[in-house]
């Protein structure tokens, strides 16, 4: 058969034709009215998309730029911090806020679970003055519980911000920023929004830009006050990604035009996110139900599933890399096999961003071709289990 490459990667994601077309487009100056105008439309734009009242600042970086860009600027040397970790990605967190030289507490759960509410609560201190944690962690699948740890810190009335690295939670789970009180939430291009990677955004609190008034850590690129006060006037404090921005415009006009109606034919970004947002979560159960009923298990634990990618353990006997490399080799289809000391043992298909229905029969039925050339399908394999629990699902719960 002809190769018909796809990704169903947690990032990058699949690119949005339109915010292609839009990168390709951008030939502006970064000086201009053109690009102000722009920039300060897509800044608004990303509000509404975040879900936030707060400032929201672009970065041009990938994703852990803006981690680091949240360490550098919220702490000083010597804070105590709490790091939450489950994966490749809250250690990345414990790696920044060291090399920051931050005090760091660390509540690390295994691979494929998530936190004890009561063993954060025990490792939050008096002093703790900020707390570390990824809204989804990729690597493993796994959704954190944001708001109960949210609710935990004004339990506690702990002085701590809240630092969430949003960057699959945002588009997949329905974060509540301001209600919650989350004070810092980052996210990512390569990710829900649809276009290439290189530019990372962040939404601040008020909480947290008056903590940067002491704050003493260094910085210089990633200003976050600097940033705010040149996106004010609709510029960048450097030459920007212009291309990813105006793909970012296209994507988040898109996204909007998912809840269009004849008397707002430019849709609604509020209400789009949420569509977007139930679209993954429609997609990864979707997943999730083909993957069971084809005897395999999953990696994260009941209720905690990420809607940003499904990590599905590989059948008794068999190396995930296997089914990595058939899917690639035979369909063309890009899915990644587990992170570090869990390569070999799971793989993960995406559903963050562009993904719909379509793609997501497609590779449920590519899986079970790859799953049938192995020696170790389950004991009753036969074809299409994995794909009528999949068509189940969707026609008694999609809307
Ligand atoms: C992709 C990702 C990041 C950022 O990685 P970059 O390669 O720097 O873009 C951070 N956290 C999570 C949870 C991610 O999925």
Redesign the pocket.
């Known amino acids: 058969m002809i190769r018909k490459t796809r990704l169903f990667t ?2 990058p994601t699949p690119l949005l034709p339109a915010a292609q077309f839009a990168m390709a487009a951008a030939d502006i100056h970064h000086r201009t009215p053109e690009f102000r105008a722009m920039y300060t439309r897509v800044l608004s734009q990303l509000k509404e998309f975040v879900g936030t009242k707060n400032d929201v600042i672009i970065l041009s ?5 803006a ?1 680091e860009a949240a360490v550098s600027n919220l702490t000083s040397p010597g804070d105590r911090v709490l790091v939450l970790t489950a994966g490749k ?1 809250g250690e ?1 967190w414990t790696g920044i806020t060291k090399a920051f030289g931050c005090h760091v507490d660390v509540v690390s759960a295994p691979y494929g679970s998530t936190f004890s509410l009561d063993e954060v609560k025990a490792n939050l201190h008096l002093e703790t003055r900020a707390v570390f944690v ?1 809204a ?3 690597s493993t699948g796994v959704r954190h519980d944001i708001e109960a740890i949210a609710k935990l810190l004004k339990s506690e009335n702990s002085e701590a911000l809240l630092i969430v ?1 949003g ?2 939670g945002l588009g997949t789970s329905h974060l509540d920023m301001d209600g919650w009180g989350i004070d810092v939430l980052i996210g ?1 291009s ?2 829900a929004v649809m276009i290439p ?1 290189g530019l ?1 955004y962040l939404a601040v609190s008020a909480r947290a830009w008056d903590r940067m008034e002491a704050t003493y850590n260094p910085r210089y690129y990633f200003d976050l006050r600097k940033e705010r006060k040149n996106a004010a006037k609709g510029e960048s404090a450097y030459t920007p990604p212009v291309a990813l921005i105006a793909a970012l415009g296209a994507a988040l006009n898109y996204i909007a035009a998912q809840a269009a109606t004849p008397e707002k034919p430019e849709g609604d970004l509020a209400e789009g996110r949420k569509k977007l947002v139930d679209n993954a979560i429609t997609c990864a159960a979707m997943t999730r139900a083909a993957a069971t009923a084809l005897g395999l298990k999953l990696f994260a634990p009941a209720g905690y599933e990420a809607a ?1 990618a499904t990590a599905i353990v590989a059948p008794e006997g068999t190396d995930s890399g296997t089914l990595v490399k058939g899917l690639k080799s035979q369909f063309a289809a890009i899915v990644t096999d587990g992170q570090g000391e869990m390569k070999g043992q799971l793989f993960r298909i995406a559903h963050i961003g562009f993904f719909d229905y379509m793609d997501t029969i497609a590779i449920i039925g590519a899986l079970e071709q790859v799953i049938h050339k192995t020696k170790f399908p389950a004991p009753n394999f036969t074809f299409g289990k994995g794909l009528v629990a999949a068509q189940t699902f969707f026609a008694e719960h999609a809307k």
């Not at 970086?61 to 730029?65: K, L």
């Open positions: 947690p990032g970086s990938s994703g852990s730029g981690m990605f990345r990824q989804t962690e990729s690295d960057i699959t990512g390569q990710k990677p990372s940003a």
